[in-house]
Antibody, heavy 126, light 112 residues
Framework: QVQLVESGGGVVQPGRSLRLSCAAS????????MHWVRQAPGKGLEWVAV????????YYADSVKGRFTISRDNSKNTLYLQMNSLRAEDTAVYYC???????????????????WGRGTLVTVSS | QSALTQPASVSGSPGQSITISCTGT?????????VSWYQQHPGKAPKLMIY???NRPSGVSNRFSGSKSGNTASLTISGLQAEDEADYYC????????????FGGGTKLTVL
């Protein structure tokens, strides 16, 4: 069925790295933009990053810029988030989410998320 | 502090209607029709309820509706049901240089 499944979360020490994965199934992954959205325990949602359907463009929230890298492998139907120099404030459930996008002199995100994974918890603690 | 302002909580009785507001600026809610709303039950992933200000995805009840006036978007739920009790988040594209998407802080809906 149509779904996104995140993996790779866990407990990591401050300053260390972690790579999250998001496996897509049931739809043509290579036709969709993808986002990462996180939610700290008991807090609201925070947008993290977006990648175009073909990986040609990537944008990040300032809070993670220079530390996190979003990427995708369309041959494996998988989205990634490489997280370096992790901080305590990065502790959150990380969701991947799909963006169907629109065609207007090129492909652009729709900036809404029509399919979400269940999330994977990242805890940054010594 | 979240970029979009939502009330922390709202409540209503079964069958009633409630409205959740989401206030931003001309750089986000007021400047673009890229406002969306999400429902989140405890321990679950968010679910898209409204996109592009007022459009409902297939499968979402027509009891849910969205609108926008100036810098404020609104989500209205009519005929409240017990299963509507959840957290609700608004979201918007933003032309801010710091990020591309902003969320509201979330509103806890209690069905009395």
């Amino acid at each position: 069925q149509v779904q996104l499944v995140e993996s790779g979360g866990g407990v990591v020490q401050p300053g260390r790295s972690l790579r999250l994965s998001c496996a897509a199934s049931g739809f043509t992954f290579s036709s969709y933009g993808m986002h990462w959205v996180r939610q700290a325990p008991g807090k609201g949602l925070e947008w993290v990053a977006v990648i175009w359907y073909d990986g040609s463009n990537k944008y990040y929230a300032d809070s993670v810029k220079g530390r996190f890298t979003i990427s995708r492998d369309n041959s494996k139907n998988t989205l990634y988030l490489q997280m370096n120099s992790l901080r305590a404030e990065d502790t959150a459930v990380y969701y991947c989410a799909r963006d169907v996008g629109r065609i207007s002199s090129g492909w652009y995100p729709n900036w809404y998320f029509d399919l979400w994974g269940r999330g994977t918890l990242v805890t940054v603690s010594s | 502090q979240s970029a979009l302002t939502q009330p922390a909580s709202v409540s209503g009785s079964p069958g009633q209607s409630i409205t959740i507001s989401c206030t931003g600026t001309s750089s986000d809610v007021g400047g673009y029709n890229y406002v969306s709303w999400y429902q989140q039950h405890p321990g679950k992933a968010p679910k898209l309820m409204i996109y592009d200000v007022s459009n409902r995805p297939s499968g979402v009840s027509n009891r849910f509706s969205g609108s926008k006036s100036g810098n404020t978007a609104s989500l209205t739920i009519s005929g409240l049901q017990a299963e509507d009790e959840a957290d609700y988040y608004c979201s918007s594209y933003t032309s801010s240089s710091t990020l591309e998407v902003v969320f509201g802080g979330g509103t806890k809906l209690t069905v009395l």
